[in-house]
């Protein structure tokens, strides 16, 4: 059970406390919703230079992680789809410093050339290691094309085009700051040894004099269903092939997606699960697989990957993964199969109530989704899952037509 008070300021700024005495370490999670599906498809990759750009310093503070590191804190970022989120663990009494950061960087970003220039390069160099010549590192700029033909998830956080990054100018990149990080677009979250009236005069000391910004009201074309399987098929000089398998699923917060993340967990996890069991142990049609969901707030993706054995066709691989399907599809899942993997999902997010960044982080993006209180709502929602819902959604996601894959070829194998 996760203990929580909420507030919010006049400017709109959310803010959530968890009281941990058990810890002298506290976490400030700052989450603004914004992300990849929020830009302009003509300018795409602004919420992940934003990611870096806000380390860049502001105009009180030109070196952000000096004052940090001389408080005892780190502090690191990520950028998805759906939010772009900055946090930061620090001794609980040095909380102050992490509010000072914070506050000064949403507030009065410093927005030099030399600091666009630098973070432009640091994308641009990334989008090159990891993207280009990393193997498989270019799947998702494949696959999510391949499965969204309207749908803003048809880009990955990077963006759709690195020259969206390389031609951004001062001007764009001020509009898109003003547009997205102020207070009403921010939920505040703070877990660690302290009384929800600190962090709120620290809140009114820092962030209040932060004026509120423009409201945005999100209006995303829908991507219709689909009707047909895609298949996209590539050559890579990579060791081995490999196989992307994706099928659209419901949103984050729909009730299906428990089922959903459930079936996941029945092919997929650890060396018990049907996957590894039936297609890497005993048939060895596979040297490794998993299959896992996107997670989305919208509606996301179901994805079976994986790398067939020396000598297995990509099609031999495909097929096998689709028996797999069709079994869970058709065959009531066993109580004790069900019940076990019910036990590792329970223990997970229990453990992770211990983690004082972990609370923060989830107690934002709970209430980001609706309301922060779920958090304490998720192992119920596991545990009522039943054998027929399995059943029944599997039913309802797993069908060719709401499929989309990707033969993902070694150079030189075609055809093998």
């Known amino acids: 059970m996760v203990a ?16 941990d005495t058990t810890t002298l370490v506290a976490a400030v999670n700052i989450l603004y919703d914004v992300g990849a599906r929020d830009e302009n498809p003509e300018k795409t990759g602004f919420a992940h230079l934003f990611e870096h750009l806000m380390f860049g310093g502001s105009i009180n503070i030109p070196n952000y992680d000096s004052p940090l590191q001389m408080a005892g804190g780190e502090n690191n970022a ?9 946090y930061i663990t620090l001794p ?14 949403m507030l009065s970003l410093a927005f030099s050339q030399r600091s666009l220039d630098v973070q432009r390069n640091v994308v641009i160099e990334e989008y090159r290691q990891r993207y280009l010549n990393q193997p498989y590192g270019d799947v998702w700029l494949l696959l999510r094309p391949l ?5 803003p998830y048809n880009w990955n956080t990077i963006g759709k085009n690195i020259k969206h990054i390389e031609d951004a100018t001062m001007e764009e990149v001020k509009s898109f700051f003003k547009k997205f990080y102020c207070p009403n677009n921010a939920i505040l979250s703070v877990s660690g040894n302290v ?3 600190e962090i709120k005069q620290l809140c009114e000391k ?3 004099p932060i004026p509120k910004g423009q409201v945005n009201p999100r209006n995303l074309p829908m991507e219709p269903l689909q009707n047909e399987k895609r298949f996209l098929e590539v050559e890579r000089p990579v060791p081995v092939d490999a196989i992307y398998k994706a099928f659209h699923i419901c949103k984050r917060g729909d009730e299906k997606f428990y089922a959903t993340d459930i079936i996941s967990e029945i092919l997929s996890r650890g060396n018990s699960s049907r996957l590894y069991q039936n297609l890497v142990k005993e048939k060895k049609i596979f040297s490794e697989i998993d299959a896992y969901l996107s997670g989305d707030l919208d509606e996301g993706l179901f994805i079976i990957s994986g790398k067939p054995s020396m000598g297995v066709t990509l099609e031999d691989a495909e097929k096998a993964i689709d028996l797999e399907i069709e079994k869970i599809k058709q065959e009531t899942v066993k109580e004790r199969e069900l019940q076990k993997v019910k036990n ?3 223990s997970t997010l229990l453990f992770g109530e211990i983690s004082v960044l972990n609370k923060a982080m989830n107690l934002a993006m709970f209430e980001l989704m609706g309301n922060a209180s779920m958090v304490n709502e998720e192992v119920e929602r596991y545990l009522s899952v039943t054998p027929e819902k399995i ?3 599997a039913n309802e996601i797993f069908i060719e037509n709401n499929s989309s894959v990707l033969y993902y070829r070694a150079s030189g194998k075609k055809g093998n």
Do not use: C, P
């Open 4 to 19: 929580f008070e909420k507030f919010q300021l006049d400017n709109g700024l959310r803010v959530m406390v968890n009281r």
């Open 78 to 86: 990520f950028t998805s789809n759906d939010i772009t989120n900055y």
């Open 92 to 105: 609980v009494n040095n909380l102050e410093t992490a509010f000072w950061l914070e506050s000064d960087r």
């Open 147 to 151: 499965a969204y033909k309207v749908h």
């Open 195 to 197: 009384e929800t009236e």
């Open 206 to 208: 820092w962030f209040l």
């Open 344 to 346: 590792k999902i329970e």
């Open 391 to 393: 059943k029944s959604v």
